[in-house]
């Protein structure tokens, strides 16, 4: 089952898809896809840390999720923005060859039976990036959460830290 959550910078996303575990599981996992690039970025992963209780197993991943052993399990992934740059860096920036590893590692975690809820960012709704790279990146992100949102069981888009349930 995928449970898909979507929204803008701090619009209750994370907040959201963790009440959400804690309520289909006692035990959930939470797997992070950041990987820590300034001091900035170090402490909102931190407060995202902190936020979470021991009940909590947590993994940190920037790639190849379906390895992780999550069978069974209550799992939130975060975030699809982050995983989409690690492969994207990785791809040297190819919008095609970044998409098509994400699809075939969205496409392995369906075939593990578990609980996913993944968030990731809606980057499209304001302005055009100024960049060739960030406009590329942009289409990706689309591309993406319309491939994971196609394939989930639910769609919540977080407004301002309230759910609109856009597929149930």
């Not at 578990?114 to 055009?128: D, L, Y």
């Amino acid at each position: 089952m995928i449970i898909y959550v979507s929204g803008g910078v701090r619009s209750g996303k994370s907040r959201f898809a963790q009440e959400r575990a804690l309520q289909l599981s006692e035990e959930p996992v939470y797997v992070a896809t950041a990987k820590i690039w300034d001091d900035d970025f170090a402490q909102r992963v931190q407060r995202h840390q902190q936020e979470r209780g021991p009940e909590w197993t947590t993994y940190e991943a920037e790639r190849d999720l379906g390895r992780l052993p999550l069978e069974n399990r209550v799992v939130v992934i975060d975030c699809v923005t982050l995983w989409l740059t690690n492969l994207f860096m990785a791809g040297e920036s190819d919008v095609e060859q970044t998409l098509a590893a994400f699809k075939a590692e969205i496409d392995l975690l369906c075939r593990v039976e578990a609980t996913f809820i993944i968030i990731s960012n809606e980057i499209g709704m304001g302005i055009h990036a100024d960049t060739a790279i960030g406009r590329k990146f942009a289409d990706l992100q689309g591309w993406a959460n319309q491939y994971v949102a196609a394939l989930a069981d639910e769609a919540i888009l977080m407004v301002s830290g309230l759910p609109l349930v856009l597929k149930k």
